[in-house]
DNA sequence: TTGGATAAACAACAACTGTTGTAAAATTTA
DNA sequence: TAAATTTTACAACAGTTGTTGTTTATCCAA
């Protein structure tokens, strides 16, 4: 992966800002589908071969940028220092939620490649984040299955809610689907 | 979608025809990532603006196989003319672990594109069967955020198992599995 | 401060994509 | 059977991609 920024030539650390800049403000124009590397290049004033010396394609582009951006979802609220609870659960879940609908995911034909790549990374994160919470309950259970099944349905309730068009509120749509995707956890819950 | 095939003009049928068959050749070569519509039309030998009159791009290609492979993975176990049992539901679980075993998806970098792919359009599948079969068990409870669930949790389970490095006995996984995917659809179950 | 190392710019290349208008071939319809 | 319609082939076009070797600019380390 990325080094980390401290040790970043300076060069680098400005070149991969103004491709990440260009990038968000360009998603705020147009579909992903209809940004190609050029675009990017151009917006950011760098050599398109610059870019690939950065970024495989725009795709490695985007899960970077998609991760990233979760990442400082689930920072802001503290999530990461966090151990399986069933609030901490119900958290998460608005958190995907809110984060998908944020971006604007929809079914538009011009979507077609953004969404997957989206998806991949979140739910890849929130794997990655209960199994975090759950190694921390001192539960002599692998967590590998009960992770993956969680966070497979966190990501697939929050996809149906961004994408109904009669959208229920928030609050009420997690209290129907906390239920659904904690009953498979129980057995990591604490005994208060 | 497209028309039945029974009213088709035979020169659609031999040209798609044509173009599914050289696509499945070539995915036994390599990787669909490595495939190109050139690629697909040399193979057919057609025209590549046939290949666009048929096909929007590769990735529809793609689509169209997939959903065609795994329906007739359905239908050659008649999951179709069912409704909602547990057996039922642990036979569905066995396809969708076979299905991605025998397509061979995998980590590597060269399919990036095409687990995506497929997952959208098995899941798809997945959801559509549980739904016709929730639905038909006379229960007044809305299927869809059910149906959800478990068709991402299915498939979730498939994926893992699939890309497990060491792969358990399939029979032996699904009885782990099972319960976590029957366990939110046990209000549908039917009194016997 | 200077030399070495690294990052970025550049031009060029081959390949592929997606589209279009025209022509030929094949099928359908009357 | 012949005309109409549809399908496919074709060539051409503009655009983008991914890569490469060379040059220039910038940073780092001694």
Redesign the pocket.
Same mark, same amino acid.
Do not use: L
């Given at each position: 992966m990325l080094p980390t920024e401290e040790k970043l $030539?300076?060069?680098?650390k400005?070149?991969r800002g103004l491709i990440l800049q260009s990038f968000g403000d360009l998603l705020a124009e147009k579909s992903f589908d209809a940004i190609?590397?050029?675009?990017v290049a151009e917006k950011a004033?760098?050599?398109?071969?610059?870019f690939?010396?950065?970024f495989? $394609?725009?795709y490695a582009l985007l899960d970077h940028s998609i991760r990233q951006g979760f990442m400082q979802e689930i920072e802001n609220r503290m999530l990461n220092a966090c151990h399986y609870t069933p609030d901490n659960l119900r958290t998460l879940i608005i958190t995907v939620c809110e984060f998908l609908a944020q971006l604007g995911t929809d079914c538009a034909q011009s979507q077609r490649q953004f969404e997957p790549l989206v998806e991949k990374q979140v739910k890849l994160q929130v794997y990655e984040l209960l199994t975090l919470w759950l190694s921390k309950m001192n539960v002599n259970i692998s967590t590998e299955i009960p992770a993956t099944v969680a966070a497979w349905a966190i990501y697939g309730l929050a996809s149906y809610w961004s994408h109904s068009k009669k959208r229920p509120a928030l609050e009420k749509f997690v209290d129907q689907a906390l239920p659904l995707v904690s009953v498979n956890l129980e057995q990591f819950a604490q005994v208060a």
């Open positions: $030539d300076p060069r680098v400005r070149t190609s590397v050029q675009d004033q760098i050599n398109r071969a610059t690939y010396a950065h495989e $394609d725009k």
